[in-house]
């Protein structure tokens, strides 16, 4: 417990503590007052040394300095398992569906993307907006102009922020601009991608077929080869998301069992594969995903506002699928973990043709947080608050609004005040985001050590 000579710029962070105490499991744990030890290790990353009631650990730590917060909370920082940031501007345009609205908003749109300063630009606002939402690692979509990926992490980078996006892969049945006009020259830029930002500071790389439709056989298999080269690196597409897609995959790939099995026979679905909808699948599909250790990132504000359908959070269950949340910008609506919570809930009580499911406050939270975290093999370094985990957390307000006050202040279990926050909660519960040990973005609070 005490601190080894190697660490440096040993910090304590005092205020109410929520966390899993078992990564893999939905169940959190609250201290009203606690200690949170944070500390810069040898090889250069601020990480989490200790957690615990202040009176417990305190006393092992004489000299700490202590930034103390009465009143509020530390939480794990959230992690959004799908979204995309070029789509920052196309959030709340109507259309009738996935595929309308893919070619009248966000196709056209995403053609910008080619310039580098315009990259940069969105890139700024959107990771802005993550922090000012308490998302501090996401898995991102860039778009298929290798300088969207390039401004992207060297924001990120600058940040400190563990942050993961690859080039879109979508090589026909997509316009002039925003096609990869040769196929083989689309895998060389994924790899060269891969060469220059995977495993650099916190950045990640992610192999990325927009969805089967827009990709040729040759396309996702040469992407299939490139995955097995870099087994570390992620995987990242969409997959029965709607049914107009969904009848168009089976015509333009008839030798599939189902459109999932379109990625499986290019050797795209493995660990560290994350599918994001994953509505419409069979029951050999979520045994297959399952076996394979590949993930399904529900989107429910996206399927919501496109109608695209409800997750089956029973049927996952039984097939032991891993799953978290996510926002899906801009087929989703707003970038709040709180809002894709409550979505998460109101999709969860509309099963299909059966009873509805009321899912535990307790393991909403975990969806966007250490359940997300290890939906993308990443347990143990984000999206909690163990000792280990790196030191990315929110710093909650429950009386952000007169109304977030009275009904938090009323609350006498854990689930019930969780629950106030994520029905209640938006970005003005988020007081502040803290980002390898240091204030990322803050509501009006500082780190006034104590
Ligand atoms: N399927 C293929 N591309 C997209 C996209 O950008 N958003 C969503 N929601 N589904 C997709
Ligand atoms: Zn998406």
């Known amino acids: 417990m005490l601190p080894v000579k190697t660490l440096t710029d040993l910090k304590g962070w005092r205020a109410g ?18 200690l949170l030890v944070t500390a810069r290790e040898a090889d250069g990353v601020v990480r989490i040394q200790a957690i615990g009631p202040f009176r417990e650990l305190a006393p092992h730590y004489p000299d700490l300095p202590i ?18 940031y070029p789509q920052t501007d196309v959030i709340g345009s109507p259309a009738e569906g996935l595929l309308p609205w893919l070619e009248h908003y966000t196709f056209p749109h995403e053609k910008q993307f080619t310039d580098p300063a315009y ?18 690692t996401a898995l991102c979509f860039a778009t298929v102009h290798p300088e969207s990926v390039d401004a992207f992490m060297a924001e990120a980078q600058k940040r400190h922020l563990r942050m993961v996006t690859g080039k879109v892969l979508q090589d026909r049945h997509s316009p002039d601009g925003l096609r990869d006009t040769d196929t083989d020259l689309s895998l ?18 992610a192999i990325t ?15 299939g080869e490139i995955a097995q080269q870099f087994p570390d690196v992620w995987i990242q597409s969409h997959v029965a998301e709607n049914l107009d897609e969904i009848r168009w995959v089976q015509e333009l790939f008839p ?6 099995d379109v990625y499986d026979r290019a050797a ?3 660990q560290r594969s994350v599918y994001a909808h994953c509505i419409h699948l069979d029951e050999a599909d979520r045994q297959r995903m399952s076996e394979v250790g590949a993930a399904a990132a529900i989107s429910p504000t996206s399927n919501l506002f496109l109608g695209s359908g409800f997750f089956d959070y029973a049927a996952s269950d039984a097939a032991a699928l891993k799953y978290g949340l996510a926002s899906d910008v801009g087929g989703g609506t707003s970038f709040s973990p709180f809002h894709t919570m409550h979505a998460a809930y109101t999709v969860a009580r509309q099963s299909a043709g059966r009873p509805g499911i009321s899912l535990a406050p307790e393991h909403l939270w975990w969806q966007h947080t250490a359940g997300a975290a290890a939906a993308l093999d990443l347990a143990g370094t984000v999206g909690n608050l163990l000792p280990g985990c790196e030191a990315d957390f929110v710093v ?44 990322a973005w803050a509501a009006g609070i500082s780190d006034n050590r104590a």
């Open 17 to 34: 503590l929520l966390w899993f105490p078992q990564a893999q499991q939905p169940q959190a744990r609250h201290a009203s007052d606690g």
């Open 67 to 84: 930034t103390h917060w009465p009143g509020l909370c530390i939480a794990p920082g959230f992690v959004d398992l799908h979204i995309h």
């Open 119 to 136: 990259a940069h630009e969105v890139t700024s606002f959107f990771l802005d907006e993550l922090m000012r939402h308490g998302v501090t």
């Open 188 to 205: 060389r830029q994924t790899e060269e991608l891969i060469q220059r930002w995977h495993g650099v500071d916190r950045l990640g790389y």
């Open 209 to 223: 077929p927009r969805f089967a439709p827009t990709s040729s056989n040759a396309q996702l298999h040469g992407a």
């Open 255 to 260: 030798e599939a069992r189902s459109y999932l």
């Open 268 to 270: 795209l679905l493995r």
């Open 396 to 439: 909650l307000n429950p009386q952000a609004t007169p109304l977030l006050a009275r009904r938090t202040a009323q609350t006498e279990t854990l689930a019930e005040w969780l629950f106030a926050m994520i029905v209640l909660g938006d970005e003005r519960l988020i007081a502040c985001t803290v980002v390898q040990g240091h204030i």
